[in-house]
Antibody
């Protein structure tokens, strides 16, 4: 069965960096685009970034552009999010999600359980 | 960026009720609209994709409709397990924005 397992969260000081990981199993990882979505405590969902199946195309949300970098290692079936220059407002649960396609429409059919990143001094 | 606005932001209902949540996009997104359900402390779950297509294993009491800028999620015959927060999301263009959520509570 499809599984996505995030890791790498923790408590980090403002201005520092961290790398989040999402280990995939149960499907052909190298053929799917993947996303990161985050949720601040008590708040709604915020789309963060997407990477194409081959890693050649990436897009970011406005609030993280220039600070976060999405990447993947298809040989390891793992998705990454490098988060730099962290701010308190980056505190959130970070979910990875698989993108499925229906014609020209995209949707997120599987999500991980999330990893909590807390930015605090 | 495309803004997604849900109404209402919160809603009280009873088991057995029929209710509708509306999602409006700031521009035409054709049919590129999804609905997700999230229970407290849990992972979001896909309910509806491409505005009106029911995801596998989702009960048929959930339905979606709409196109362009206005979309609705309808739940016919609320069950106790349906009390959760519901989000719409557009995937017409990046950034793939979500609505602010609609929290459904038991009356």
């Amino acid at each position: 069965q499809v599984q996505l397992v995030e890791s790498g969260g923790g408590v980090v000081q403002p201005g520092r960096s961290l790398r989040l990981s999402c280990a995939a199993s149960g499907f052909m990882f190298k053929t799917y685009s993947m996303h990161w979505v985050r949720q601040a405590p008590g708040k709604g969902l915020e789309w963060v970034a997407v990477i194409s199946y081959d890693g050649n195309n990436k897009h970011y949300g406005d609030s993280v552009k220039g600070r976060f970098t999405i990447s993947r290692d298809n040989s390891k079936k793992t998705l990454y999010l490098q988060v730099n220059s962290l701010r308190p407002e980056d505190t959130a649960v970070y979910f990875c999600a698989r993108e499925e396609r229906f014609g020209a429409n995209y949707y997120f059919d599987y999500w991980g359980q999330g990893t909590l990143l807390t930015v605090s001094s | 960026d495309i803004q997604m606005t849900q109404s209402p932001s919160s809603l009280s209902a009873s088991v057995g009720d029929r209710l509708t949540i509306t999602c409006r996009a700031s521009e035409n997104i054709r049919g590129y609209l999804q609905w997700y359900q999230q229970k407290s402390g849990k992972t979001p779950k896909l309910l509806i994709y491409a505005a009106s297509n029911l995801q596998s294993a989702v009960p048929s009491r959930f339905s979606g409709s709409g196109s362009g800028t206005t979309f609705t999620l309808t739940i016919s015959g609320l069950q106790p397990e349906d009390f959760a927060t519901y989000y719409c999301q557009q995937t017409y263009s990046v950034p793939y924005t979500f609505g602010q959520g609609t929290k459904l509570e038991i009356k």
